[in-house]
């Protein structure tokens, strides 16, 4: 088992639901392998509680705060989704590189939750926040704070990513809490709004005014009922329709992106998704000190053609503009447009340059921060003015573009995590080399 150091130091809780290290806590197969968390992480576990309207299944939360921070803004919470092998990949949520590059652009921390729910486990006790997850989420932010050091986590504004069970998840909190949540990315899985009888196990959420000044994006693979109307994936696209309909027909800004590559898995949505929350958190988080989220500015949007490919200004759209999707201005209706023909939203900006480079020998270390715009790919290797190496010599990423950290199903870096480092086994033992080492993001650019 990995080092739980930052588990037992949780001292502070004191709570019913505090970890305690016995056999009857201690964690289980495949939960019990994760990355260590010593900071900039901060990591707690609540155990099983005995009460029954509480929450049914352990759960972790990593949290990722930028170096050097004074006061968070917000956080940023990605969602894993449904079953045990998603539940696991939330275990690496909070260590990914290209979503920390939005957190840190914005002073906000990076949360990762992993539900330990066991395989064939009912998925609605924990993706339904009214089920003891919005208490346990809430909870955390107050004692991740105090962990942290950051006390004001307990009040700042959320925004919510979720794959499948996790974008039940997120769109529920959405209209739970509307006045916390800045934006909601909705990953293949929104929450019922009226009673399905197909779906007997799962509740519906009522839907009020204050929702609808709330940035949400429903995004989803086309094989999830799209253009594949069968199978085991066929109902999100229904279930997408109806959620986005009840909400943007009461003028909601709500919208739809449709994944033409994908089914279930994440694919390239990432390359949407972080242009769009960070242009929803510019326009909306408070610029004092007050928790106070701000309104999207009416006067920039625009709106998509719904399964469709065109985009205009809300101004100038003379048709029923709530059949449209709705898109907070023109650099992303721009990001919209591509991502719904191909997934290959464009990128003309390079990375920034690898820092904090040691030589230890024959080895290379450094770090380096993703792209905001299309994360990071690897890296290139460069001795006495020759490149030696390219990292990783062979990139392989079943789910999207290659990824220098690897995707999980439920766009997650992979474990272990990718370290960067190189060791240079042609060098010369009497020769001082020059070493340099250059970034590449997904589209190819490279970094100085």
């Not at 929702?211 to 994936?233: A, H």
Request: overall charge negative; glycine content about 8%.
């Amino acid at each position: 088992m990995n080092k739980l150091n930052s588990y037992f130091s949780v001292a502070i809780l004191c709570l019913s639901w505090c970890f305690a290290s016995t056999n009857l806590n201690a964690q289980q197969p495949p939960y019990d392998i994760f990355p260590d968390a010593q900071p900039p992480y901060f990591r707690i576990r609540y155990a099983l509680g005995d009460n029954h309207d509480g929450l049914a299944y352990a759960v972790n939360y990593t949290l990722w705060v930028p170096d050097g921070l004074k006061k968070l803004r917000g956080v940023i919470v990605h969602q894993h989704g449904c079953g045990e092998g998603s539940c696991k990949s939330g275990l690496t949520g909070a260590f990914d590189l290209h979503w920390q590059a939005l957190a840190k652009k914005h002073s906000c921390a990076l949360l990762g939750p992993s539900y330990e729910q066991p395989e064939g486990a009912d998925c609605q006790l924990w993706c339904d926040p009214r089920n003891g997850s919005d208490k346990a989420f809430q909870q955390s932010l107050s004692d991740l704070g105090a962990l942290s050091g950051h006390p004001e986590l307990s009040q700042v504004p959320w925004a919510l990513w979720g794959h499948s069970g996790g974008g039940h998840w997120a769109g529920g909190m959405a209209l739970l809490h509307p006045e916390k949540v800045a934006a909601a990315w909705l990953r293949s899985g929104v929450p019922l709004l009226t009673p399905d009888p197909s779906r007997p196990g799962i509740q519906s959420h009522q839907l009020n005014d204050a929702v609808l000044q709330v940035p949400i994006m429903c995004n989803l693979g086309t094989k999830e009922g799209v253009s594949v109307t069968d199978g085991r994936f066929s109902s999100v696209w229904p279930a997408n329709q109806t959620f986005f309909k009840a909400i943007r027909q009461r003028g909601g800004l709500i919208g739809v992106a449709i994944d033409p590559m994908t089914a279930h898995e994440c694919g390239n949505q990432r390359y949407l998704a972080i242009p769009w929350i960070d242009a929803c958190l510019t326009e909306r988080l408070p610029s004092d000190d007050t928790s106070q989220l701000r309104s999207m500015p009416s006067s920039i949007g625009w709106l998509g053609e719904v399964g469709g490919t065109s985009v205009r200004p809300i101004a100038e759209y003379s048709g029923d503009q709530l059949t449209q999707a709705w898109l907070p201005n023109e650099a992303i209706a721009n990001k919209w447009l591509q991502y719904v023909r191909d997934t290959q939203v464009s990128d003309d900006t390079p990375p920034s340059a690898p820092y904090n480079i040691e030589i230890n020998g024959n080895q290379l270390r450094w770090e380096a921060e993703a792209d905001l715009e299309s994360g990071l790919a690897g890296f290139l290797i460069e001795r006495d003015g020759q490149i030696i190496a390219k990292l990783p010599e062979s990139p392989q990423n079943p789910f999207g573009r290659h990824i220098f950290q690897n995707l999980q199903y439920s766009d997650t870096p992979t474990q272990p995590l990718v370290t960067m480092t190189y060791t240079d086994s042609t060098a010369s033992s009497n020769t001082n080399h020059q070493y340099r080492v250059y970034s590449l993001n997904t589209v190819g650019l490279q970094s100085q």
